[in-house]
């Protein structure tokens, strides 16, 4: 049997320390040691202030960046469970405060944005709105080391959640525009001028093409959809085309889609000032060009130009339906003029370069746009220009061009409008084209002179009367030959080291001029054939050649002429091509002469706008008098308004009465 011991409870004697008093010393205490004890004392609560440190009260916003890291983590966690406490203050430190509301401080936005990029894998769908405002928020107008940590944040975001890739660039795409989203005055920072935001922007949206290559698709998406109305004021697409041409120039994968989206919304620009320039009087309609100013702010000075003279006034009101009418025409002409004058230059530093493949490339991407939106578009009137100033810059060009409208002009298989258009810009390029050969003129002429011997091989047998319907590309390549033999009949002339003069044809003129072996041939098998071409092309294209032809001793057409006025086309046209002979007023036998005649369109008519047209001289051929006929003509109307007398006014009166 084991015995224990009890043991009391409570501490050992050895664990007990006894607190002993201070032992006495024999050393005695001199008065100088409290003198000494007490200036020590004194000495330590001596505090002095640094001037240069800044002293001021720590905001609620502003925590260390690792706490504020922390928490949005916390609170992007706790989102998805539910709780959103944490989140929506986070939201709220990127969205703009409402009136009384306290402003975020710039230390706490750029801690936030930090914490976001640390945590941007947690950024997924469920935080989209969360992802809008941070895009949303005004980051440009911000100091360079934050914009450099958002263009961080941005391209981060991309890459690890692709789903917010389109958001992102439709942002950068907006700030592009002449009303930014980013742009506002952020609270105790400067204002920046507008070109610095542009130039931020781009910056980062060229790093985004960098780190996401396969954006190149979604931003051309971005750009088209964002591209001012044509309506807009010029203000708006002159600094939008601008920042598209700088895309361009870092985009190349995307430049030929730029330039053709400009290009697009420029031909629509110019059909609707076509349209209301047909809806004013004449003399109205040149009083529009005429007074639009020359010189104007550029591009440049646009960037940061915030008054817009296109916008509307309190006096508007109070003026002429026609006055806004034709003021706001007036505009439209003005944005045209002033987007083609910088796409002149933009083309022309291309093709100016040293580089062999970027002079070639100027070309194609023309000729591209132009078998593809300008050639299928009816009645364009000044942006085929850029075409053709730029294919004059060299023969094979020329030539190139001028084969491609023949090819197309011949080919069946093309609509016959597009095939009509083909032609009026074969011949007009060729009339207007200074650095057009004649040996350019010669071939052309013998193109279609061999395409119309062989239309006219096909169709005369079976031809009771002209029909525009059933014939429209033969009469479309007729009207292409008058007009170039009224712009270039003496690149027609035989010349005297010619062997080949064409002397067949007996001539009641005599042989003052002579004429290329097929000339006459060519009008004299076409216009007096059943097809009756004089019937059908526009009349005012009839009549300069008649003219013209005449003075020459070419061909008479006069007794033609006078034929044809007792023809009716209604007689001859139907779904067929043939109808019977049905009894019609001349009311309505005028109304369908209206639209069975060949258009006069030929794109390259005279430009006028001010500003761009510094591009085409030198390029463009203008209408030159023919000798002996022109002159003539001038003096006797000189002579007949001197000679208007009562006579005069006599016949109007009878013809007036005769009408009654």
Known sequence: MTTTTSRPVGPTPSQITTKLPPSPTLVRKREDDNDLESSSLTKRYRVTFDSDVEVRIIEKWEKSPAVIQDAVRRALQSHTTGDNSGYEKVKAIYAPPEDGQEHASHIAIRNHTAALLSNVCMLNKDCADLVHSVLSSDWLGRSDDYVHLFVQFLANLVSAQGLFLADALRVLVENLTTTPPSQRQIH??????????????????????????????????????????????????????????????????????ILALITERLVKIDLQVQEDLEDLAEDVEDGVVQHIPQTRLDSATFLDDDQDSDEESDTDEEMDEDVLRTRDITKSVEKMDRILDMLFTYYDQKASATSLDSRRSVVDVLMGQFQTIILPTHRSRHTQFLLFHFIQQSFPHIDAFVATCAQISFDKRRPAMVRQAAAAYLASFVARGVHVSSEIVVEVWDYISTELKRLHRESEAGCRGPDLQRYSTYYSLVQALLYIFCFRWRDLEARSDDDEVDNDLPSIYGEERQWRVGVKDTFQLNIFSKLNPLKVCSPAIVTEFARIAHHLHVIYVYHLLETNKRVRLSQYSGPSGYTLLNRETALTARKDEDHQHLDEYFPFDPYYLPKSKRWIEGDYREWVGIPGLDDQEASESESGEEEVGDGDVEEATGTEKSDE
């Not at 996401?212 to 051309?220: D, F, G, H, M, W």
């Not at 109305?229 to 120039?249: F, G, M, P, T």
């Open 188 to 257: 105790d920072l400067p204002s920046i001028p507008r070109s610095k935001y542009y130039s931020r922007a781009h910056r980062t949206l060229q790093y985004l093409l960098q780190v996401v290559p396969s954006a190149c698709r979604i931003l051309l998406s971005s750009l088209t959809m964002h591209f001012p109305h044509h309506n807009d004021s010029r203000r708006a697409h002159v600094v939008y085309v601008h920042n598209l041409l700088q895309i361009a120039e870092y985009a190349p994968v995307l430049q030929t889609d």
